[in-house]
Protein backbone atom coordinates (compact mmCIF):
# COMPACT_ATOMS: atom_id res chain seq x y z
CA UNK A 1 0.00 0.00 0.00
CA UNK A 2 1.39 3.10 -0.58
CA UNK A 3 1.29 6.60 1.92
CA UNK A 4 -2.42 7.89 0.55
CA UNK A 5 -3.86 4.45 0.37
CA UNK A 6 -3.27 4.34 3.62
CA UNK A 7 -4.13 7.85 4.61
CA UNK A 8 -7.85 7.18 2.74
CA UNK A 9 -8.31 4.17 5.03
CA UNK A 10 -7.82 6.17 8.07
CA UNK A 11 -10.73 8.33 6.98
CA UNK A 12 -13.12 5.24 6.60
CA UNK A 13 -15.69 4.57 9.29
CA UNK A 14 -15.14 1.83 11.56
CA UNK A 15 -18.08 -0.57 11.67
CA UNK A 16 -18.81 -2.54 14.99
CA UNK A 17 -21.07 -5.74 14.95
CA UNK A 18 -22.48 -6.25 18.32
CA UNK A 19 -25.35 -8.03 20.01
CA UNK A 20 -25.88 -8.13 23.61
CA UNK A 21 -28.46 -10.61 25.84
CA UNK A 22 -29.51 -9.14 29.38
CA UNK A 23 -31.25 -12.76 30.02
CA UNK A 24 -30.64 -16.34 29.63
CA UNK A 25 -31.26 -18.02 26.51
CA UNK A 26 -33.83 -20.95 28.39
CA UNK A 27 -35.49 -17.93 29.52
CA UNK A 28 -36.32 -16.28 26.49
CA UNK A 29 -40.15 -16.60 24.90
CA UNK A 30 -40.77 -19.19 23.02
CA UNK A 31 -43.33 -19.07 19.69
CA UNK A 32 -44.70 -22.28 19.00
CA UNK A 33 -47.99 -20.99 16.94
CA UNK A 34 -48.99 -17.75 15.36
CA UNK A 35 -51.13 -17.32 18.63
CA UNK A 36 -47.89 -16.74 20.72
CA UNK A 37 -46.09 -14.71 17.98
CA UNK A 38 -49.23 -12.39 18.28
CA UNK A 39 -48.90 -11.98 22.64
CA UNK A 40 -45.58 -11.04 21.83
CA UNK A 41 -46.29 -8.70 18.91
CA UNK A 42 -49.46 -6.85 20.96
CA UNK A 43 -46.61 -6.30 23.93
CA UNK A 44 -44.24 -4.47 22.00
CA UNK A 45 -47.52 -2.04 20.12
CA UNK A 46 -48.01 1.13 21.23
CA UNK A 47 -52.27 0.36 21.29
CA UNK A 48 -53.08 3.76 20.57
CA UNK A 49 -51.75 4.45 16.87
CA UNK A 50 -53.04 0.72 15.83
CA UNK A 51 -55.61 1.98 14.92
CA UNK A 52 -54.50 5.20 13.74
CA UNK A 53 -51.28 4.18 11.60
CA UNK A 54 -49.52 1.60 9.67
CA UNK A 55 -46.49 -0.03 11.50
CA UNK A 56 -44.44 -3.03 10.28
CA UNK A 57 -42.14 -4.81 12.56
CA UNK A 58 -40.15 -8.40 12.71
CA UNK A 59 -39.99 -10.92 15.14
CA UNK A 60 -36.53 -12.50 15.30
CA UNK A 61 -35.77 -15.99 16.37
CA UNK A 62 -33.08 -18.62 17.22
CA UNK A 63 -33.01 -22.21 16.12
CA UNK A 64 -35.13 -23.63 19.06
CA UNK A 65 -37.62 -20.48 17.97
CA UNK A 66 -37.13 -18.29 21.15
CA UNK A 67 -37.33 -14.48 20.67
CA UNK A 68 -34.11 -13.13 20.54
CA UNK A 69 -35.85 -10.10 19.69
CA UNK A 70 -38.81 -7.61 18.07
CA UNK A 71 -37.72 -4.70 15.78
CA UNK A 72 -40.25 -1.63 14.33
CA UNK A 73 -38.93 -1.42 10.69
CA UNK A 74 -41.26 1.20 10.05
CA UNK A 75 -44.06 3.07 10.47
CA UNK A 76 -46.12 4.88 7.95
CA UNK A 77 -49.49 6.39 7.35
CA UNK A 78 -52.82 5.30 7.12
CA UNK A 79 -52.56 2.75 4.41
CA UNK A 80 -48.98 1.61 4.41
CA UNK A 81 -45.46 1.06 5.88
CA UNK A 82 -42.33 0.64 4.07
CA UNK A 83 -41.20 -2.85 4.69
CA UNK A 84 -37.31 -2.43 3.47
CA UNK A 85 -35.91 -6.00 2.63
CA UNK A 86 -32.55 -4.81 3.50
CA UNK A 87 -33.69 -3.49 7.08
CA UNK A 88 -35.46 -6.60 7.83
CA UNK A 89 -32.58 -8.96 7.21
CA UNK A 90 -29.72 -6.74 8.36
CA UNK A 91 -31.27 -6.69 12.16
CA UNK A 92 -31.64 -10.85 11.17
CA UNK A 93 -27.82 -11.03 10.60
CA UNK A 94 -26.89 -9.01 13.15
CA UNK A 95 -28.82 -10.94 15.54
CA UNK A 96 -27.92 -14.59 13.84
CA UNK A 97 -31.49 -15.24 13.80
CA UNK A 98 -33.00 -18.64 12.55
CA UNK A 99 -35.85 -17.28 11.39
CA UNK A 100 -38.20 -14.09 11.16
CA UNK A 101 -42.24 -13.43 11.44
CA UNK A 102 -43.00 -10.45 9.73
CA UNK A 103 -46.30 -8.61 10.83
CA UNK A 104 -47.80 -5.36 10.45
CA UNK A 105 -51.32 -3.58 11.22
CA UNK A 106 -54.34 -2.59 9.10
CA UNK A 107 -55.69 0.67 10.77
CA UNK A 108 -58.73 0.04 8.35
CA UNK A 109 -59.72 -2.73 10.69
CA UNK A 110 -59.69 -5.29 7.87
CA UNK A 111 -57.97 -8.97 8.34
CA UNK A 112 -57.24 -9.48 4.77
CA UNK A 113 -54.26 -9.62 3.66
CA UNK A 114 -53.77 -7.53 0.05
CA UNK A 115 -51.68 -8.36 -2.98
CA UNK A 116 -49.40 -6.41 -1.71
CA UNK A 117 -48.69 -8.12 1.38
CA UNK A 118 -48.96 -11.54 -0.60
CA UNK A 119 -46.11 -9.82 -2.78
CA UNK A 120 -43.90 -8.73 -0.20
CA UNK A 121 -44.37 -12.45 1.90
CA UNK A 122 -43.09 -14.06 -1.18
CA UNK A 123 -40.21 -11.67 -2.01
CA UNK A 124 -39.13 -12.06 1.89
CA UNK A 125 -39.63 -15.83 1.95
CA UNK A 126 -37.22 -15.94 -1.24
CA UNK A 127 -35.13 -13.92 -0.07
CA UNK A 128 -34.48 -15.47 3.71
CA UNK A 129 -33.88 -18.78 1.99
CA UNK A 130 -31.45 -17.08 -0.24
CA UNK A 131 -29.55 -16.45 3.73
CA UNK A 132 -30.70 -19.34 5.61
CA UNK A 133 -33.10 -17.63 7.02
CA UNK A 134 -36.54 -18.94 7.25
CA UNK A 135 -39.92 -16.80 6.98
CA UNK A 136 -42.44 -18.50 9.32
CA UNK A 137 -45.55 -16.40 9.16
CA UNK A 138 -46.67 -12.82 8.56
CA UNK A 139 -49.23 -11.15 10.87
CA UNK A 140 -51.78 -8.68 10.01
CA UNK A 141 -53.09 -7.11 13.37
CA UNK A 142 -56.10 -5.04 14.43
CA UNK A 143 -57.20 -3.22 17.58
CA UNK A 144 -59.16 -6.81 17.60
CA UNK A 145 -58.18 -9.81 16.27
CA UNK A 146 -54.79 -10.91 13.99
CA UNK A 147 -54.70 -13.17 10.58
CA UNK A 148 -51.78 -15.77 10.40
CA UNK A 149 -50.34 -15.91 6.70
CA UNK A 150 -48.95 -19.00 7.44
CA UNK A 151 -52.36 -20.68 9.18
CA UNK A 152 -54.35 -19.24 6.40
CA UNK A 153 -52.23 -20.99 3.96
CA UNK A 154 -51.41 -17.67 2.49
CA UNK A 155 -47.28 -18.07 1.80
Same mark, same amino acid.
Given at each position: ????? $?????? !??????????????????????????????????? !?????? !?????? $??????????? !??????????????????????????????????????????????????????????????????????????????????????
Amino acid at each position: MNPSQ $INQLSN !VAELKITYSRKIKASELPTVKSSYDAEEILRESWD !VDTIEL !VETFKC $IYLNRANRVIG !VVTISTGGLTAALADPARIFSAAILASASSIILAHNHPSGSLKPSEADRKLTKNIKDGGKLLGIALLDHLILTSESYYSMADGCDM
